[in-house]
């Protein structure tokens, strides 16, 4: 019954890559804005990356830039993260969000902007 549910995480080594999903359901998903967010211990949460109701643009922390992908399918209701040459620091949960602000960067880096999300999903990444 959750709107948002993510999937797709687990344990990987150095290196290797993952592809996580995020199902929507019960809403209006391209009306949405996506982001995906992750969260370490003793950490907040931090942005990852966010996609635009159309997919027209798309945004990345620096720390994630050149090794994910953020895609959605709106015919799907689906929103996905690439997640390629990971490293031990992506170690988190990681939470997808819908947003049905404002579609610019600065709102979209920001947690409290997302008024829907998921459970979220573990990724460890191993040395």
């Known amino acids: 019954q959750e709107q948002l549910e993510e999937s797709g995480g687990g344990l990987v080594q150095a290196g290797g890559s993952l592809r996580l999903s995020c199902a929507a359901s019960?809403?209006?998903?391209?009306?949405?804005?996506m982001g995906w967010f992750r969260q370490a211990p003793g950490k907040e949460r931090e942005f990852v990356s966010a996609i635009r109701r159309i997919g027209d643009v798309t945004y990345y922390a620096d720390s994630v830039k050149g090794r994910f992908t953020i895609s959605r399918d709106n015919a799907k209701e689906m929103v996905y993260l690439q997640m390629n040459n990971l490293i031990p620091e992506d170690t988190a949960v990681y939470y997808c969000g819908g947003s049905s602000l404002l579609e610019t960067y600065l709102y979209l880096k920001d947690a409290a902007r997302y008024a829907h999300w998921g459970r979220g999903t573990q990724v460890t990444v191993s040395s």
């Open positions: 019960g809403l209006i998903f391209s009306s949405l804005a």
